[in-house]
């Protein structure tokens, strides 16, 4: 059974990418962004402190709740929506195969 799951992103410049990420690497969203070389900064190391992978969850599957650090982070970032979250928060589970994001604006 392969241990990677599909990701469909939408990038700032509204390029359609289809990622492929591993499930059994711990890897979180933004890691993926910056392994196939998507431009999000990922200042704070993935920290919950920056805002700089903050995307938009555009499909129905389900996360896990924002952490209190993820709230507070979203409370302050620009282009904030309702299903803005930190990519750097959301790890790569095979649950999410087929997710559909949108990186919000810089």
Do not use: W
Not at 41 to 56: D, I, K, P, V
Request: with cysteine.
């Amino acid at each position: 059974m392969s241990s990677d799951i599909q990701i469909f992103l939408k990038d700032r410049e509204g390029k359609q990418h289809k990622l492929i990420a591993p499930t059994d690497m711990q890897m979180n969203l933004m890691e993926v962004f910056k392994a196939y070389e998507i431009p999000v900064e990922g200042t704070c190391g993935g920290m919950a402190l920056c805002a700089s992978c903050q995307c938009y969850i555009e499909s129905e599957h389900p996360l896990p709740i924002r952490s209190d650090d993820e709230e507070a982070m979203l409370a302050e970032a620009f282009h904030f929506k309702e299903n803005s979250r930190l990519g750097c928060q959301i790890n790569m589970i095979p649950e999410l195969d087929g997710l559909v994001i949108t990186l919000a604006p810089e």
